[in-house]
Each structure stands twice: as structure tokens, then as C-alpha cells.
């Protein structure tokens, strides 16, 4: 296992060193496709928070992220906002994933792009 995506994961401590580091790689990727290619839009989705409480424990990473996501576009992307659509317990299946019906709110928001 990575050690980003264990601290994601079982990091209880609100220290957000190594997802400011993940972030920076993330976001330097972006910005080098962005300079590559000037004219493409690029679109990015944002994280959701699972209904199932016994997901609460991340809730701050996943605001966090999505903090430094909206913060730090500086114009390389704008964000599909899926945290507002997944919204209801029909929206998930095995308490995390998109069920069809949240595949299907999400698929609606891409192309309206």
C-alpha cells in the first residue's frame, strides 16, 4: 500500500502534510498538460462524501481536498462538482461507489459540459 493512500485512509490526526504533497503532484500534473495544450479545457471532479457513517472519520480530508481543489485552479481547470449530487443513500452502492442512478447524475453534469 502507498503511504498517501494509507495516510488518506487511516490518518486520524487532521495533518495534511503528505495530502498538500499528493495535491502538488496532482496539480503539476494538470498545469503540465495545460502548457502542452493550451486550448484544451480541462475538467476535474471533485470528491463526494460517502453516506455510510462509518466514513465520517474522513469527512475533513475529503473537505480538505476538495478545499485545495476549488482554492488553486489558477485558471488549468474548472471542477465537476459531484460532492452536491451524490447526495442520497440511492446514489451509492456498497456504501461508497456510484450506484446507476448517482452514475447517472454524474453522467448528466459531464455533458452539460
Known amino acids: 500500500m502507498k503511504s498517501w493512500y494509507k495516510y488518506l485512509y487511516l490518518n486520524k490526526n487532521n495533518n495534511f502534510k503528505i495530502l498538500n504533497g499528493l495535491f502538488e503532484n496532482y496539480f503539476n ?3 503540465n498538460i495545460k502548457l502542452k495544450y493550451p ?6 471532479l471533485n470528491l463526494y462524501k460517502p453516506l455510510n457513517t462509518q466514513y465520517k472519520n474522513y469527512y475533513k480530508t475529503i473537505d480538505y481536498w476538495n478545499c485545495i481543489l476549488k482554492n488553486n485552479s489558477e485558471n488549468y481547470y474548472e471542477i465537476l462538482d459531484i460532492s452536491k449530487l451524490i ?3 440511492n446514489d451509492l452502492v456498497y456504501s461508497i461507489e ?6 447517472k447524475k454524474i453522467a448528466k453534469e459531464i455533458i452539460k459540459i
Not at 39 to 44: G, L, R
Not at 98 to 103: D, E, L, V
Request: charged content about 15%; overall charge positive.
Open 29 to 31: 500534473k494538470i498545469k
Open 98 to 103: 456510484p450506484s446507476i442512478s448517482g452514475g
Open 87 to 89: 447526495n442520497n443513500s
Open 39 to 44: 486550448k484544451i479545457n480541462i475538467y476535474i
